[in-house]
């Protein structure tokens, strides 16, 4: 069926996500080397302290961390295809990607309302009593809210277009669809 409408994220959000999951993974590795380098010099100074026994733990926890970052590069790369739509509309009906980019569809008649929402927040860097260090964000949801069954949270802060284009297709799709726009 063909698309009449499709969103997804823009490419330079997921490159970032790549290069500070692989910034991780080099820096992690290079770290694991010289602490094993280090661990096993003691070892050959001092050889009855037994330091030998107190490095498998470590080596086996480089390890499972390497295969964390590697899995998290491989699946920000799965990410960067090009069929991974977020908003997807076609004569059917609308497929969303909620979260974790998990697939919900719905036929157009079983969709009550389109509401949008900016959401505000704080970064983790800034202390209550200290706040020259604090930032605010912005983020914008769109929650599509079936008649039957719990809303989907999508974000759509880094779409490739602008909230309004997405208005618009919907309201071409389905004129009759009630879109609340919350812009505070």
Same mark, same amino acid.
């Given at each position: 069926?063909?698309?009449?409408?499709?969103?997804?994220?823009? !490419? #330079?959000?997921? %490159?970032?996500?790549?290069?500070? *999951?692989?910034?991780? +993974?080099? @820096?992690?590795?290079?770290?694991? &080397?010289?602490?094993?380098?280090?661990?096993?010099?003691?070892?050959?100074?001092?050889?009855?302290?037994?330091?030998?026994?107190?490095?498998?733990?470590?080596?086996?926890?480089?390890?499972?961390?390497?295969?964390?970052?590697?899995?998290?590069?491989?699946?920000?790369?799965?990410?960067?295809?090009?069929?991974?739509?977020?908003?997807?509309?076609?004569?059917?009906?609308?497929?969303? !990607? #909620?979260?974790? %980019?998990?697939?919900?569809?719905? *036929?157009?008649?079983? +969709?009550? @309302?389109?509401?949008?929402?900016? &959401?505000?927040?704080?970064?983790?860097?800034?202390?209550?009593?200290?706040?020259?260090?604090?930032?605010?964000?912005?983020?914008?949801?769109?929650?599509?809210?079936?008649?039957?069954?719990?809303?989907?949270?999508?974000?759509?802060?880094?779409?490739?277009?602008?909230?309004?284009?997405?208005?618009?297709?919907?309201?071409?799709?389905?004129?009759?669809?009630?879109?609340?726009?919350?812009?505070?």
């Amino acid at each position: 069926m063909p698309l009449l409408f499709a969103f997804r994220y823009r !490419r #330079g959000l997921y %490159l970032t996500i790549v290069i500070l *999951a692989s910034v991780f +993974l080099v @820096s992690g590795i290079i770290f694991g &080397a010289l602490a094993s380098l280090l661990l096993f010099s003691i070892d050959k100074a001092m050889p009855g302290s037994g330091i030998r026994s107190f490095s498998l733990p470590f080596i086996l926890a480089f390890f499972m961390a390497a295969v964390v970052e590697i899995f998290a590069i491989v699946h920000a790369g799965r990410k960067l295809s090009k069929k991974c739509f977020v908003l997807a509309g076609t004569e059917w009906g609308l497929t969303v !990607r #909620g979260a974790f %980019l998990k697939e919900h569809s719905f *036929a157009w008649n079983q +969709l009550e @309302s389109v509401f949008y929402r900016p &959401a505000w927040g704080r970064t983790s860097d800034g202390h209550p009593s200290f706040r020259l260090g604090v930032r605010y964000y912005r983020r914008d949801y769109l929650y599509v809210k079936p008649y039957h069954g719990k809303s989907v949270r999508v974000d759509v802060t880094f779409l490739d277009g602008r909230i309004e284009d997405v208005f618009a297709c919907l309201s071409r799709c389905k004129p009759d669809l009630p879109i609340v726009k919350n812009y505070q």
